[in-house]
């Protein structure tokens, strides 16, 4: 979730005053629906409208008994076999898994059809615009929802993480009753889009929109000014469903390292450059958002906490003397600056301050791949910091993959040697078949090398952004032998209760 979901865009135009808009129903509807806490990018939204006087309705499907999304929670054999399945290699076992795939991906991004009646109902009201932020997997949620919005005359206002990328908003550009698609932060000048929306004035006045007609402005830059974005309103969200009370906020966006070669979050509307906060304005918000809503847990949502060390330290300097009794969690990266804020005393710290559990991007155990993929890491610095974690207190939690580019029987080995000897320091590891997603250096390496990497991109599926490729190389019975025994490991740490301190966040990152 890396979750930079924004439907954000930008600054106002060199030389444009605010727009004097006049109160007017919204509509958001909130489709990344989650089970234990709001959605970090739709709380910004409704604050930006209802500070400027807007009458916001939120539709959450949660409140609608709408599944929401769950996972990692500790495994089950049958879900060791169903990842062995997953990430198999086996030619006679790959066409059939990838048909079920398939089958599965249809049937998940399936309409919920409680969605689109909640969502036609708060469109007989007529509300003056209704706005949308989607994953890349929402099209045909956004697609239905578009017809209704197009039959009650209502325009509608798309964004979201990945639309600043040219290929992926043109792929969804022709939606039916879609007014535009907007690639961008836009925390501080939402109203006045919406205002020119409204009044059916040139959207392209601002930065990163594209019309249903392919015209589109110069992309958004980045949002600097991160301490002028409203304290994100989740008053709408249904919390007397959520299971544990936890509040996400971001105090950075972006990522101070920037270079890893499969990396989407680095090339998404949010995440192209690295901006902090200052360690005041974050605390602001975590004593405003405590206050509301009477909670002492929150989830940072920062790709890497720990980009600025110094914002890092602020936050653990100042959590328990903003809100008593706080309990946190974050995304770190462990990389070799001689000052990255997570010694074994820093750490030590971080639990004093509420710490319970940490993220990481683990990825391999191998070293040859960890300087492919530029990682910025190493086998010895990713062991000793989830050593030093594990033992001041922390649940360690990292993401791993199969199957980057060039990756060899020897590669994995190497993992599986990682993950037994550290076995005893990890609650959890999510390991996935990796991706090639479009606008990422590895699209760009892969797509233009593919004798030397062993790969061939043989579809860009444009509406996801995401390349389908084949593979060779990795059908070999000493390559099969080595990913048995790293899945093996993966399932011997996931099939175990998480550490006690930290199970409110179980299945959270």
Not at 130 to 156: C, D, F, N, W
Request: with cysteine.
């Amino acid at each position: 979730m890396r979750d930079a979901h924004q439907v954000s865009a930008v600054a106002m135009p060199g030389g444009m005053t605010p727009l004097n808009a006049r109160r007017e129903k919204i509509l958001i509807v909130d489709l990344n629906n989650f089970s234990t806490f709001p959605t970090l990018a739709i709380g910004i939204l409704v604050a930006s409208l209802r500070n400027a006087g807007h009458d916001v309705k939120l539709i959450s499907p949660l409140a609608h008994d709408v599944p929401a999304a769950e996972r990692e929670r500790a495994e089950r054999f049958t879900d060791h076999i169903a990842r062995r399945i997953h990430l198999s290699t086996f030619p006679g076992i790959r066409i059939a898994r990838n048909a079920a795939r398939e089958l599965r991906r249809w049937r998940n991004e399936r309409p919920h059809r409680r969605v689109l009646h909640e969502t036609n109902k708060a469109l007989a009201d007529k509300p003056a615009a209704i706005l949308l932020s989607a994953y890349l997997q929402h099209y045909r949620t956004v697609k239905e929802i578009g017809r209704l919005a197009e039959a009650q005359g209502v325009p509608m206002l798309l964004g979201g993480p990945m639309f600043n990328l040219e290929g992926t908003s043109e792929a969804w550009r022709s939606i039916p009753g879609l007014a535009a698609i907007v690639g961008g932060e836009v925390d501080l000048n939402l109203p006045d889009i919406v205002h020119c929306l409204t009044e059916h004035r040139n959207l392209l006045q601002f930065d990163g929109v594209m019309l249903p007609d392919g015209t589109r402005s110069k992309a958004a830059p980045p949002l600097r000014e991160l301490d002028a974005s409203p304290v994100p309103d989740f008053t709408d969200f249904p919390w007397d469903r959520y299971r544990v009370h936890i509040v996400p906020l971001m105090a950075s966006r972006g990522c101070q390292w920037s270079k890893c070669t499969f990396c989407s979050d680095i090339v998404s509307a949010s995440g192209r450059s690295f901006r902090s906060r200052s360690v005041g304005s974050v605390m602001d918000e975590v004593r405003e958002q405590a206050r509301r809503h009477q909670c002492t847990n929150f989830l940072f949502l920062d790709l890497k906490l720990n980009s600025n060390p110094n914002l890092f330290r602020g936050i653990v300097e100042n959590m328990q003397s903003q809100v008593r009794g706080a309990e946190w969690i974050g995304t770190v990266h462990v990389d070799q600056r001689a000052d990255n804020g997570l010694s074994y005393r820093e750490l030590k710290a971080a639990v004093t301050s509420g710490m319970r559990r940490v993220s990481f991007g683990l990825e391999t155990g191998s070293q040859a791949l960890l300087d492919r993929m530029q990682k910025g890491s190493t086998v010895e610095g990713n062991a000793e910091f989830i050593r030093n974690a594990h033992q001041v207190g922390l649940s360690v939690r990292a993401t791993m993959f199969r199957g980057y580019p060039g990756e060899t029987a020897r590669d994995l080995e190497l993992t599986a040697d990682f993950l037994e000897q550290n076995f005893a320091y990890m609650d959890r590891v999510r390991y996935n078949d990796f991706s090639i997603l479009e606008g990422t250096p590895i699209y760009d390496e892969v797509n233009g090398d593919t004798d030397q990497l062993a790969r061939k991109v043989i579809y860009l599926d444009k509406k996801r952004a995401r390349a389908e490729y084949s593979e060779s190389d990795t059908g070999s019975v000493s390559y099969r032998k080595a990913k048995a025994r790293v899945l093996r490991a993966v399932y011997a740490i996931n099939k175990r209760q998480m550490r006690s301190s930290a199970r409110a966040f179980d299945g959270l990152m």
